[in-house]
């Protein structure tokens, strides 16, 4: 059985380290050549220059990328050679596209499964992130042996699509939970409290303390916003929920607000940088 993964960014380079460290990475492809040299280089892996040869060597094709638009270019070389082969999407995007693109694969000969991560880079480090899939129940045991490489928890959503949404749950109250830990940190320093004790509070004490808070307050109180998951992704998937939400006919005014707050703090410059950035909106728009 041979294994091939496209994409290598932040997320896809530290789960395919994993999969490599288990012998269970056989390929590599990203678009930027370089990369794929140095991951072959330092995990002993192949890389191609082409992504359908990369399929066509392939018995498993993991991919992990950036958006829609990336998944639709990716996989429109990926369709025509995925006879026989199961394809594993990682990557945040729509449920309506995810699915759209596994019917094609489907009517190729192919099997795909989106299955989205919960967890930042330093969760994949740790090997504790999440994933959620969706897809034929009957692949679900061979994708779960493939990914508990770097995962601590692997759960069956449903059909093609679910693990999406799922996914998309998860984002929506976290794109709402970090603006309002923001929005609270803020106000916490703007009445005169010591920023060690909020961060204390917010991290700590607080009946809503979370792993998110614990991790997030300091780096608030720091002005720390090296990446763990960029504002941009983390607009990006809000901006799904927005569309998804249409599709389904539901009101999300939350992360509708947070969505708004998130596209400010990359107009302001935040875009590439960690999304507990959105602070800055506060900073920026409160009174000296």
């Not at 999406?164 to 939970?177: I, P, R």
Request: proline letters at 3%; hydrophobic letters at 40%; glycine letters at 8%.
């Amino acid at each position: 059985m041979k294994i091939g993964l496209i994409g290598l960014g932040v997320m896809g380079w530290r789960i395919g380290a994993n999969l490599a460290k288990d012998s269970k990475l056989d390929f590599v492809y990203d678009r930027t050549l370089s990369k794929a040299e140095d991951f072959s280089k330092k995990y002993g892996t192949k890389y191609f220059t082409s992504i359908k040869d990369l399929v066509k060597n392939s018995d498993y094709v993991l991919t992990m990328l950036s958006d829609d638009n990336a998944v639709s270019s990716v996989y429109g070389d990926i369709i025509p050679e995925s006879s026989g082969k199961i394809l594993v999407d990682m990557s945040t995007i729509s449920p309506s596209l995810s699915i759209e693109i596994s019917k094609k694969i489907k009517e190729n000969g192919g099997i795909m499964c989106d299955s989205p991560v919960i967890g930042t880079s330093i969760f994949v480090e740790q090997k504790r992130i999440t994933f959620l899939v969706g897809g034929p129940k009957d692949k679900f045991t061979d994708v779960k042996n493939i990914l508990q490489s770097t995962a601590s928890n692997i759960f069956y959503m449903g059909s093609n699509g679910m693990g999406l949404y799922a996914k998309l749950v998860n984002n929506l109250l976290l794109g709402a939970y970090a603006s309002a830990l923001a929005e609270a940190f803020n106000f916490g320093i703007k009445s005169g409290l010591d920023p060690n004790d909020v961060v204390k509070l917010l991290s700590e004490l607080s009946s809503s303390k979370s792993p998110t808070s614990e991790i997030k307050s300091p780096k608030m109180l720091n002005g720390d916003y090296s990446t763990q998951f960029a504002t941009k992704h983390m607009r990006k998937d809000l901006e799904i929920v927005q569309k998804e939400s249409q599709n389904l006919k539901v009101i999300t005014p939350l992360s509708s607000l947070a969505l708004q707050l998130f596209r400010m703090a990359e107009a302001m410059g935040y875009s590439e940088a960690d999304y507990i950035s959105v602070v800055e909106v506060f900073k920026r728009f409160s009174p000296k």
